[in-house]
Nanobody, 125 residues
Framework: QVQLVESGGGLVQAGGSLRLSCAAS????????MAWFRQAPGKEREFVAA????????YYRDSVQGRFTISSDNAKNTVYLQMNSLKPEDTAVYYC??????????????????WGQGTQVTVSS
């Protein structure tokens, strides 16, 4: 099992920036894919971005492409989500996830077996 702890959420005005961090501990592996999902009130959890720890391949949902950047620091076992040009519709609880999966499955939450507790991001208009 891998333990994931998110941090960095908060309240920001539209157009502002935040950086989320996800620190992994326990049975970490370079074969993991790390991802960020988010869930707004009354909505289903949705994929935001993912990165493969071994090769650094990245994936994004269309609505955040060009505004969000996912990155990793393997030495620190930490994944980051830099969020720029934030919009009110980005408001959600953001969750970090880890799993062993291939590229075709990165956008599906069902393939991730490890989850963090979530961090709230609120963007005011």
């Amino acid at each position: 099992q891998v333990q994931l702890v998110e941090s960095g959420g908060g309240l920001v005005q539209a157009g502002g920036s935040l950086r989320l961090s996800c620190a992994a501990s326990g049975r970490t592996s370079s074969d993991y894919t790390m991802a960020w999902f988010r869930q707004a009130p009354g909505k289903e959890r949705e994929f935001v971005a993912a990165i493969t720890w071994s090769g650094g391949s990245t994936y994004y949902r269309d609505s955040v492409q060009g505004r969000f950047t996912i990155s990793s620091d393997n030495a620190k076992n930490t994944v980051y989500l830099q969020m720029n040009s934030l919009k009110p519709e980005d408001t959600a609880v953001y969750y970090c996830a880890a799993g062993f999966l291939t590229a075709q499955f990165v956008r599906s939450m069902r393939w991730y077996g490890n989850w963090g507790q979530g961090t709230q991001v609120t963007v005011s208009s």
